[in-house]
C-alpha cells in the first residue's frame, strides 16, 4: 500500500483553467480518469493527463520504493489527491493610449497527483 506522486511545476497554463479538469478525476480510478481525460478537448487536460500517467509509470516501476520488487494492479489504483497550484507569473507590458501601460501576467500553474492503491 503505497502512494504514488507526480507533478508538472511551472506549467504555461493558468490554474483557474486547470482546476474544473482536476475535479473531474478526483477520487475515480486511474485508468477511468485517464479515460475522462482522453475526450476532453482542453489543452490542460492533455497536462493532466501527463502527469497521471507519470504517476502510473511511478506505480509500475519495480524498483520504486514503495513497491519492494513487487507489481501493482493498475486496476487497484485511485486518483487520491489532485490539487493545482497557481505558479510564478512573468509579467510583460501592453502599450496602451496616450503612453499608458498596462501589465500582462502571464500565469503558470504546478500540477500535483497523487494515486493511492485500493484494499
Not at 487536460?45 to 506505480?59: F, H
Not at 502599450?95 to 499608458?100: E, I, N, Q, S
Request: charged residues 25%; without cysteine; positive net charge.
Amino acid at each position: 500500500m503505497g502512494v504514488y506522486r507526480a507533478s508538472h511545476r511551472h506549467a504555461r497554463i493558468s490554474a483557474r483553467k486547470v482546476r474544473p479538469l482536476a475535479d473531474l478525476i478526483r477520487g475515480k480510478f486511474a485508468d477511468e480518469a485517464l479515460e475522462i481525460l482522453r475526450y476532453q478537448p482542453n489543452r490542460g487536460a492533455r497536462m493532466l493527463e501527463k502527469v497521471v500517467r507519470s504517476a502510473l509509470g511511478s506505480a509500475q516501476n519495480p524498483e520504486h520504493p514503495l513497491n519492494k520488487g513487487r507489481a501493482v494492479r493498475l486496476a487497484s489504483l485511485v486518483v487520491s489527491d489532485v490539487y493545482i497550484n497557481g505558479g510564478p507569473m512573468m509579467k510583460r507590458i501592453r502599450p496602451r493610449a496616450r503612453g499608458m501601460a498596462f501589465v500582462i501576467l502571464k500565469r503558470s500553474a504546478h500540477i500535483h497527483v497523487s494515486l493511492e492503491e485500493m484494499a
